[in-house]
């Protein structure tokens, strides 16, 4: 056992002895603040290093007095150095610092993720949908601008109006089997052609 170490574990015990004699209580609490004096700034510097951040540090320094405090009674000189056993409390406070600002992040993306669909969703369309029908619309628009005019001029009917063969037949005044082609090729053209755009 190192001699410097002697004075950090007549303190630990100090700091334990409350637990066997409440009578003890005001010099336990003398005892941890000495200690706290003589060790915290390395201990301190080991909080930075684990959590890379001044202010987490100080919140991980102070958990782990706060359980130097509560587990005094458990430490065993002939197990470790005081300052390893102290040093792998605030390591192991660090850690839960870490852990726990790790599941905020997440939290919070979740969140965001949240209100970020809230506000995406709904009746709006999705702008990749609206850009790639605007795409179509006009790749239609050339196509059917390819096709002869009487042959644009059924199909125009026979989509935008849902006129049958029969009635375009009679609207236009064509023959069934006329009207049947034209619509036959037209479809051909445009399916050719709109697979070009594609």
């Known amino acids: 056992m190192d001699s410097a170490d002697l004075p950090l574990i007549a303190l630990l015990e100090r700091v334990a002895a409350r637990l066997a004699d409440a009578a003890r209580q005001r010099d336990s609490e003398r005892a941890l603040r000495e200690l706290y004096d003589q060790t915290s700034s390395r201990l301190y510097g080991l909080a930075v290093k684990v959590v890379s951040n001044r202010d987490g540090a100080e919140d991980v320094l102070q958990e ?3 359980q130097i405090w509560r587990s005094a009674g458990d430490y065993r000189a002939t197990l470790s150095p ?13 850690l839960d610092f870490l852990r726990r600002r790790a599941a905020e992040r997440l939290d919070r993306t979740q969140e965001l993720d949240e209100a970020i669909a809230d506000t995406v969703a709904g009746d709006a369309p999705d702008p990749v949908d609206t850009a790639q029908a605007s795409e179509q619309a006009w790749a239609l628009h050339e196509c059917l601008g390819k096709l002869e ?4 001029e059924v199909l125009s009917l026979a989509y935008l109006r849902d006129l049958s063969h029969n009635e375009l037949a009679e609207q236009l005044k064509l023959p069934l ?8 090729r037209g479809l051909e053209q445009l399916r050719g052609c709109m697979g070009r755009y594609a």
């Open 64 to 66: 782990a007095f706060v």
């Open 177 to 184: 089997g006329t009207v049947k082609t034209w619509i036959r």
């Open 149 to 152: 005019a009487r042959q644009r």
């Open 82 to 94: 005081p300052m390893a056993w102290m040093g792998m409390i605030v390591r192991s406070r660090a």
